[in-house]
């Protein structure tokens, strides 16, 4: 290998790497109970109701348990959305994974990129991008404010770290 291969090689080598995605609290075993409880106590009132002559009610039960299991599968499909965000001397690279599956890329040059943060002063950071090139890319649009306070600092520094070369 040449020098200047090896130099090549130094400053494509990522200066920082960060794989985002949403945060999702409820389990698949959490998920199965949940609908369990949910299922039992509409079933219960349900059978309260046909016993009383109330049946309509019975089948309305069943559409909220269904309504619920959507709701949460939904939910759970989203949460499969991420972004790959690494900068290195030579990019900073952004790849957006949709749920489907289906990715869009973005690349930036270091030296003319800018890391823009919107702030809240009561809720922190609302919005964060890349901007450079006549273009802007959300980044982290997902995250809680205490991970986006973490990336947003962790990311500016890397790009300062870029720029210094």
């Not at 790959?84 to 690279?93: G, K, N, Y």
């Amino acid at each position: 290998m040449t020098d200047t291969n090896a130099e090549h090689d130094s400053a494509d080598r990522p200066i920082f790497k960060a794989l985002l995605t949403p945060h999702r609290s409820l389990g698949p075993r959490g998920f199965t109970i949940l609908m369990a409880v949910v299922a039992s106590v509409c079933f219960g009132y349900g059978i309260f109701f046909l016993s009383i002559g109330a049946w309509p009610v019975f089948g309305f039960l069943g559409l909220d348990v269904l309504l619920v299991y959507l709701a949460f599968k939904l939910n759970y499909r989203a949460g499969r959305m991420r972004e790959e965000v690494s900068v290195s001397r030579l990019s900073v690279d952004i790849r957006k994974i949709a749920p489907s599956g289906r990715a869009a890329e973005h690349r930036f040059n270091p030296f003319w990129a800018r890391f823009h943060v919107a702030r809240h002063r009561e809720i922190g950071i609302t919005t964060m991008a890349v901007e450079g090139q006549g273009r802007s890319v959300p980044v982290g649009s997902f995250l809680n404010p205490d991970d986006r306070e973490s990336f947003a600092r962790a990311f500016g520094q890397a790009l300062a770290t870029a720029k210094a070369g």
